[in-house]
């Protein structure tokens, strides 16, 4: 197997994380769990199945906001790129990342010429390398202000709450200026889930960044993580995994795709 973690230019950062690659001639099964980011996939070659959804990823995926763990299988033949946007980026390339809560759909099927457009031009392309530059072109020529003002407002609320995962819903309203009510609305729209429970995912992620980073003292992590105790830990590491952490740091390696640099 092979993984290739790629960074933005310079104009797309603000709006995506990061790119990958991954290219398997083996077969794969790999546990995944909320990741707090919606995502664009391409298939180059055979899809991923799920076996918690009894289905086949389309070739061309847009995955939104998922609150549970899944399963990805591959056969022996993988070559996929992967986009992964910020939290609330979607929305500026009109992709309603809203109407995909725990859902992966074909992105052919929004009828968008442009996305089609693109889709098709990754597939053809010469390599997987050549096909992530397509879409880097693509996505710097959708980028416009229609949107730039909630994206702005929500991602001021986004930073108070990656900085302290105790922080409530109203602390994050009223970062983005919006009241509480108003922007419960605003962040569904932009991020695809509740700001309650997007703040639960986010606990997730710090525990697994801590997890990651050798941190074994479950009451530390709990504390530093935002939770009210070890059992609450453990029983929204039991949701979010399947698995309790004990399990999870035995069966599997840590990573968390939030609180991770790329780099």
Known sequence: MNLKILL??????????????????EK????????????????????LYIPELKAFQPYFAISGQVNF???????????????????????LFNIPVSAFYNFEIDGYDLGDSGLNGLADKVFDAESAEDGMSIIERWLISRLNEKHIYDFNRIGASLN??????????????????????????????????????????????????????????YIDIAFKSGYSDQSHFIRE?????????????????IYSDLFSSPA
């Open 160 to 217: 108070i709450l990656f900085s302290d995962c105790k922080t409530t819903v109203r602390d994050m309203s009223e970062a983005s200026c919006l009241g509480k009510r108003q922007f419960e609305r605003v962040f569904f729209n932009a991020v695809g889930m509740k700001p309650k429970e997007y703040s639960r995912i986010v606990r997730f992620q710090r525990s697994l960044w801590l997890i990651q980073n050798c941190n074994r003292d």
């Open 237 to 253: 590491c039991r949701e979010y995994s399947g698995l309790t952490p004990c399990e999870l740091i035995a069966k599997h390696p």
């Open 69 to 91: 763990p899944a399963t990805l299988q591959s056969s022996d033949d993988t070559e996929m790129i992967v986009v992964v946007f910020k939290p609330q980026a979607a929305t």
């Open 8 to 25: 933005p230019t310079r104009l797309v950062q603000p709006y995506v994380g990061k790119y990958w690659i991954l290219r398997s001639h």
């Open 28 to 47: 794969l099964s790999t546990l995944t769990f909320p990741i707090g980011y919606p995502q664009l996939i391409f298939h180059r070659k055979n899809t």
